[in-house]
């Protein structure tokens, strides 16, 4: 991968709202977005990932968006809980390689 | 099934010295990869190993290298170390199979500080 652009950089709901991370890259040949959730002294943890022939990809309260033509992709969380505040991190991968994004703070008001 | 492992959690060195941190991937995986964590640069690619072979390459000087044991365990070393190189190394096991992306599963990082 190149370049991978995510916004925002932190983000605050309440409990119950939904939460919509954006990322965008630039390699043509990425055909892998996976999306991590990092905790306070942990590694990432994956929480969903996409190939490039989906569009979107939901599992219960997390769903993610592919638009390979525009190169971007999203990651919605919807019912927010406390327990989802964390660091995200977006990445795009081709030849088992992982390029990641600057990373998004959640912050889930109870 | 274990999660990947890696030796020692926490590590702290002198300017020059060099270290070595270890990572036992998940059993039945065959390559690993290595990050580098940073709060000014982030998450990056430092190298992959699979079958014993350095795969991948990041951006990163000759001072860190690596390597692959046959049972897929790898050891990552940084040379000469600088201020600079504080930071937690993150090391990811995948099945891989042929040029795929596969999925990518961290262990819990080794945190580098130098003095």
């Known amino acids: 991968g190149e370049n991978v652009e995510q916004h925002p950089s932190t983000l605050s709901v309440q409990e119950g709202d939904s939460a919509v991370i954006k990322c965008t890259y630039s390699d043509s040949a990425s055909n892998y977005f996976p999306w991590y959730k990092q905790e306070l002294g942990k590694g990432p943890q994956l929480i969903i990932d996409i190939r490039s022939n989906v569009g979107e990809k939901k599992d219960q309260r997390i769903a993610v968006t592919l638009n390979k033509t525009a190169k971007h992709f999203s990651l919605h969380i919807t019912e927010t809980q406390p327990e989802d505040s964390a660091v995200y991190f977006c990445?795009?991968?081709?030849?088992?390689?992982?390029?990641f994004g600057g990373g998004t703070r959640l912050m889930v008001k109870p | 099934k274990a999660g990947v492992t890696q030796t020692p959690r926490y590590l702290i060195k002198t300017r020059g010295q060099q270290v070595t941190l270890s990572c036992s991937p998940i059993s039945g995986h065959r390559s690993v990869s290595w990050y580098q964590q940073t709060p000014g640069q982030g998450l990056q690619f430092l190298f992959e190993y699979f079958s014993e072979t350095q795969r991948n390459k990041g951006n990163f000087p000759g001072r860190f290298s690596g390597r692959q044991f046959s049972n897929s365990r790898s050891e990552m070393n940084v040379s000469t170390l600088e201020l600079g190189d504080s930071a937690l190394y993150l090391c990811?096991?995948?099945?891989?199979?042929?040029?795929?992306?596969?999925?990518?599963?961290f262990g819990p990082g080794t945190r580098l500080t130098v003095l």
């Open positions: 990811a096991s995948s099945l891989t199979r042929g040029d795929r992306t596969d999925t990518q599963y």
């Open positions: 990445a795009e991968g081709a030849g088992n390689m992982l390029t």
